[in-house]
């Protein structure tokens, strides 16, 4: 049986509960990212009421380019990306986000105060599903911003690969990220973004720390994107982009079994349809064509 890295993240067995290895912040450093205790009873929890109604699938970058082939501007699309990448804090852990657009319901104002949403993991945040204080940083800044729990799946550590998914929000303005409206081929160009720990950083982490690679393969059947991009303790819950620039999954976890290496694994689009938005059933973004 396979041992995974939970992204921000311990090994641990998937099909067990795991046992966390956590260390301590010291005020505001945070040296890992991920939370691994296994919450019973709040499969497919909401905190709050379910008022966005789907996603809104911005246009892509060079929408005419091979996603085989590397972007021409990569210097471009390192900053945009992460412009749009967070670091998340939830108790004495922290991992990373991504800025995405969601449509608003006109017939509730629930949301009013947070109109900024950001796409995380829900092993980042399973800390903090009670009320506790959420918060993050921008790429290059320093200053703390709060955030609220919209939605949260936690369906992975129960029922297989699928799920590890949270969305917060913000009254922070925060840069979006236009998503991916079809699934990725093995051989796709991609990148990945975000907050992974380090020893020799001030802050004890690596703020938007890009790395690149090739998509591997593809677990159709949970919407799981393989990739040899590397990540590492604090990449939870960053994105995976394509050469166009369009999210195709949030980094979640690595394989580390019998001396794996260059084996990472990123939630594909879908999922956030399918475990925390009432997307249509037609949507794009279900990849379904």
Not at 66 to 79: A, M, R, T
Not at 127 to 144: H, L, R
Not at 264 to 286: F, M, N, Q, R, W
Request: charged residues 15%; aromatic residues 8%.
């Amino acid at each position: 049986m396979s041992d995974f890295n939970w992204g921000s993240d311990d090994s641990t067995n998937i099909n067990v509960t795991p046992t966390p290895e956590k260390k301590p912040n010291q005020a505001l450093t945070f040296v890992i990212a991920g939370v691994i205790a296994l919450v019973m009873g709040l499969v497919g929890g909401v905190a709050g009421s379910k008022f966005f109604g789907s996603t809104t699938a911005a246009p892509s970058a060079s929408s005419d380019a091979s996603l085989f082939n590397q972007p021409n501007d990569i210097e471009g699309l390192v900053s945009k990306v992460r412009e749009a990448t967070v670091t998340v804090y939830c108790g004495n852990w922290s991992g990373s986000g991504w800025g995405i657009e969601l449509k608003d319901d006109p017939n509730s104002t629930a949301d009013d105060a947070y109109p900024y949403e950001i796409v995380t993991n829900f092993h980042v945040i399973e800390d903090c599903v009670n009320g506790e204080p959420i918060t993050f940083t921008m790429s290059g800044d320093a200053s703390i911003h709060e955030a609220k729990l919209f939605n949260y799946d936690n369906s992975a550590y129960t029922k297989g690969l699928s799920g590890d998914l949270a969305i917060i929000m913000t009254a922070q303005k925060v840069p979006h990220l236009p998503v991916a409206m079809s699934r990725p081929k093995i051989g796709d160009w991609v990148m990945a973004v975000g907050s992974p720990g380090s020893v020799i950083a001030s802050t004890g982490l690596i703020d938007g720390n890009t790395t690149f690679g090739r998509v591997s393969n593809f677990l159709s059947d949970h919407n799981v994107i393989v990739s040899d991009a590397a990540i590492n303790h604090g990449n939870s819950g960053g994105p995976l982009v394509n050469s166009n620039g369009e999210v195709i999954g949030t980094n979640t976890w690595k394989e580390v079994d019998n001396g794996a290496s260059g084996i990472s694994y990123s939630v594909g689009i879908p999922t956030i349809c399918e475990k925390l938005l009432d997307c249509a059933k037609d949507s794009a973004l279900l990849w379904n064509k």
